[in-house]
């Protein structure tokens, strides 16, 4: 492409622009990961178990965020949890502006209930890969359920669970561009506001583009180096 129709300078500086965005887009992916992996490891359970009640109620859960655009999503609870919050603040005479929250808490809550139902459906393919054999001889010489799950199922199950944990590790990352609808203050908003001034859109695109791509790279660098140090488990999954 001709440079005549980019604005290099302007692609230069807000670079920096979007890369000044990666702390909360790192951010809202490590605080959700950290909300949706135990979430979305007990539902698991309860699909395994098939446990009456909950295992209805995530089969619904699963579908619905499955069967849903993100930004859907992103916009129905984005309108319900401030009524949510009002209606609870309204009833304890709690003095709150919560339409004042800031969007950060919001992309926490949202992106948790996304991830969470898609690592449902991975925690249960991966838990299946494990022999039940293993979790009974664990209890035949003493080891509690937890204590069975943390020793044996748990390590031999990330072994299988691992590429789509980073698959849905980086997924997320690229559902974080879609904050700007919440007004929150990532790679895309930040970029995009950028260009605003000179309507340097093809410019911030490719940014974000570069930015979102140097992220995921390093992200599934760093999965794969986990991935190494749990092969020991290989040989006894298999």
């Not at 309204?90 to 502006?97: L, R």
């Not at 974080?176 to 995009?192: D, F, N, P, R, V």
């Not at 490719?206 to 140090?229: G, N, P, Q, S």
Request: net charge neutral; with cysteine; aromatic share 14%.
């Amino acid at each position: 492409m001709d440079s005549s129709f980019l604005n290099m300078e302007f692609l230069i500086d807000t670079f920096f622009v979007a890369l000044s965005g990666v702390p909360v887009a790192l951010l809202v992916t490590v605080v959700a990961m950290a909300i949706a992996l135990p979430v979305g490891f007990f539902l698991a359970l309860t699909r395994i178990n098939e446990i009456p009640v909950l295992n209805w109620f995530t089969k619904i859960y699963v579908s619905f965020v499955r069967g849903t655009p993100i930004i859907i999503q992103i916009f129905v609870l984005y309108s319900v949890i401030p009524l949510i919050l009002s209606g609870i603040f309204e009833k304890y005479h709690i003095d709150y502006p919560v339409y004042d929250i800031n969007p950060l808490w919001y992309a926490f809550i949202i992106f948790s209930f996304n991830t969470a139902a898609i690592l449902v459906e991975v925690f249960r393919s991966a838990l299946k890969t494990v022999s039940q054999g293993q979790l009974e001889a664990a209890y035949s010489v003493g080891l509690t359920s937890s204590q069975a799950y943390r020793r044996i199922i748990i390590p031999q199950m990330l072994v299988t669970a691992l590429p789509n944990l980073c698959t849905a590790t980086i997924n997320l990352i690229k559902a974080t561009s879609l904050g700007y609808a919440i007004s929150l203050q990532e790679i895309t908003l930040k970029a995009k506001v950028a260009a605003n001034v000179g309507y340097n859109y093809l410019e911030a695109y490719i940014d974000i583009f570069i930015v979102y791509m140097i992220l995921c790279m390093t992200v599934e660098y760093l999965f794969k180096l986990f991935e190494k140090r749990l092969s020991r488990y290989k040989y006894t999954t298999a």
